[in-house]
């Protein structure tokens, strides 16, 4: 049952993507932020896209992937790939201050420590945060998302009142401002 549960939030997650990428292609200056389950997926729009867009877009999306447009599936921004150079930004920086533990035979660094491995420090996170989006995006592609949607089908796409979390990515995502905010709520079976 787990597996099944999994397997539907994967694929709901690709057709969030896809919605996303679809509405991209369409409109320019909004962003969008998602979250799946495996009865559908929650979809919040920050900007002048209207409701008509949305439904088309979310139904061009999954004919798209149905007919093998992969690709869609993917979002550069995802939490997958967000999470996964954070993870990768900060085990370099704490490697960065170890090696420097290890060069200068201390078991903790003062302030002087600190500022000595600054510089290797910063410049290892910023190849790590360069190198750690396509290991995200791979990670997407084979963990989080399955582009193959089988027998899911949209059952509705109804708008919801914006959410707590959805009013927190507002500010996040710099839209603090943007009054308009639109949430829906995509349903699927299968």
Same mark, same amino acid.
């Given at each position: 049952?787990?597996?099944?549960?999994?397997?539907?939030?994967?694929?709901?997650?690709?057709?969030?993507?896809?919605?996303?990428?679809?509405?991209?292609?369409?409109?320019?200056?909004?962003?969008?932020?998602?979250?799946?389950?495996?009865?559908?997926?929650?979809?919040?729009?920050?900007?002048?896209?209207?409701?008509?867009?949305?439904?088309?877009?979310?139904?061009?999306?999954? !004919?798209?992937?149905?007919?093998?447009?992969?690709?869609? #599936? /993917?979002?550069?921004?995802?939490?997958? +790939? *967000? =999470?996964?150079? $954070?993870?990768?930004?900060?085990?370099?920086?704490?490697?960065?201050?170890?090696?420097?533990?290890?060069?200068?035979?201390?078991?903790?660094?003062?302030?002087?420590?600190?500022?000595?491995?600054?510089?290797?420090?910063?410049?290892?996170?910023?190849?790590?945060?360069?190198?750690?989006?396509?290991?995200?995006?791979?990670?997407?592609?084979?963990?989080?998302?399955?582009?193959?949607?089988?027998?899911? !089908?949209?059952?509705?796409?109804?708008?919801?009142?914006? #959410? /707590?979390?959805?009013?927190?990515?507002? +500010? *996040? =995502?710099?839209? $603090?401002?943007?009054?308009?905010?639109?949430?829906?709520?995509?349903?699927?079976?299968?």
């Amino acid at each position: 049952m787990s597996n099944d549960l999994i397997d539907r939030t994967r694929r709901n997650h690709a057709l969030e993507h896809a919605s996303m990428n679809v509405l991209s292609e369409r409109h320019k200056g909004f962003s969008a932020q998602g979250n799946s389950s495996p009865g559908g997926f929650n979809l919040n729009i920050f900007g002048d896209v209207s409701d008509e867009d949305v439904y088309n877009a979310v139904e061009d999306a999954y !004919r798209r992937l149905k007919a093998g447009e992969s690709k869609l #599936s /993917l979002h550069p921004t995802c939490g997958t +790939v *967000l =999470l996964t150079t $954070a993870a990768v930004a900060t085990l370099t920086a704490q490697a960065s201050f170890a090696l420097e533990m290890k060069r200068q035979k201390r078991s903790t660094l003062g302030v002087a420590g600190v500022i000595a491995a600054l510089p290797v420090a910063t410049m290892a996170v910023m190849i790590s945060l360069i190198a750690a989006r396509p290991l995200g995006m791979a990670i997407q592609k084979t963990y989080t998302v399955d582009a193959n949607l089988g027998e899911l !089908r949209i059952t509705s796409i109804q708008p919801t009142s914006p #959410s /707590l979390v959805t009013r927190l990515f507002q +500010v *996040l =995502l710099g839209q $603090a401002r943007n009054k308009q905010v639109k949430s829906y709520r995509i349903d699927t079976i299968g």
